[in-house]
Nanobody
Framework: QVQLVESGGGLVQAGDSLRLSCLASGRTVGPYVMGWFRQAPGKEREFVAANTRTGGTAHYADSVKGRFTISRDNSKNTMYLQMNSLKPEDAAVYYC???????????????????WGQGTQVTVSS
């Protein structure tokens, strides 16, 4: 079983940067796929970014391309989300998600991920 714990959320101003972390524990080898989703009040949970343990092309939602960067440190079983040029519409609870297999057709769907963290709040003031 994999446990995911997010950290790094907080209150920032528009234009600021923030880095989220997600620590995966419970196994020696981390999940193959790890990603980030977010959910704002009154909205559905949406995909933000994902990549695999072996690297390769990361996938991003159009709304964050060029501003957010996903990365992983496999030696620490930790995934990061560097968020730059934050906007008020980026405010949400950010969830770390993971799965042991890459879903080529559903990598941006929450049902493709078996493991979830509790979330970390990101608030962006205008």
């Amino acid at each position: 079983q994999v446990q995911l714990v997010e950290s790094g959320g907080g209150l920032v101003q528009a234009g600021d940067s923030l880095r989220l972390s997600c620590l995966a524990s419970g196994r020696t080898v981390g999940p193959y796929v790890m990603g980030w989703f977010r959910q704002a009040p009154g909205k559905e949970r949406e995909f933000v970014a994902a990549n695999t343990r072996t690297g390769g092309t990361a996938h991003y939602a159009d709304s964050v391309k060029g501003r957010f960067t996903i990365s992983r440190d496999n030696s620490k079983n930790t995934m990061y989300l560097q968020m730059n040029s934050l906007k008020p519409e980026d405010a949400a609870v950010y969830y770390c998600a993971a799965n042991d297999a890459w879903s080529s057709n559903n990598w941006n769907r929450d049902y493709a991920y078996a493991y979830w963290g509790q979330g970390t709040q990101v608030t962006v003031s205008s």
